[in-house]
């Protein structure tokens, strides 16, 4: 006997189009998705990039000058999520498959990202990675 599938939530919906968005280089679409008052953590983020940032413009000039400048292509895409028991809270497993533009090297990594939600959409994202696959791909 087969479990019925788990039924897809709202939240899980809305990651998946942040990481098309992302994918095709919508960053403006991805902002879109963002509270005014988004908080990102970047869970061990790399000393160039001060940590969290606040606010909608500041996290649409982050995935802009971050991942628009280092990466072409760059495609995110979630392989399993976990919803949270207070129904605003979303885990998120993903992986990444891209390029580094300055060096031509692969960069293929895996997350974990906690998401939040509220009336104007996404309002806190963490992130966690593997730290030494993206220094071997950058430097």
């Known amino acids: 006997m ?31 998705l963002l509270s005014d008052d988004v908080e990102f953590d970047l869970a061990f983020a790399p000393e160039f990039l001060e940590m969290p940032v606040r606010g909608r413009d500041a996290m649409h000039a982050l995935i802009t000058n971050v991942i628009g400048a280092m990466f072409d292509p760059f495609r995110l895409e979630v392989t399993t999520t976990y919803p949270g028991a207070d129904g605003t809270t979303l885990v998120a497993e993903y992986v990444s498959d891209g390029t580094v533009k300055s060096n031509g090297r692969p960069y293929v990594n895996r997350y974990i990202g906690i998401f939040r939600f509220g009336d104007g959409g996404i309002t ?10 993206a220094t071997a791909a950058i430097s």
Do not use: C, I, K
């Open 2 to 32: 087969t479990s019925p599938a788990p039924e897809v939530t709202e939240h899980e919906v809305t990651v998946r189009e942040l990481f098309q968005r992302m994918s095709a280089r919508d960053f403006d679409g991805v902002a879109n």
């Open 124 to 133: 806190f994202w963490r992130e966690y990675h593997n730290t030494e696959v």
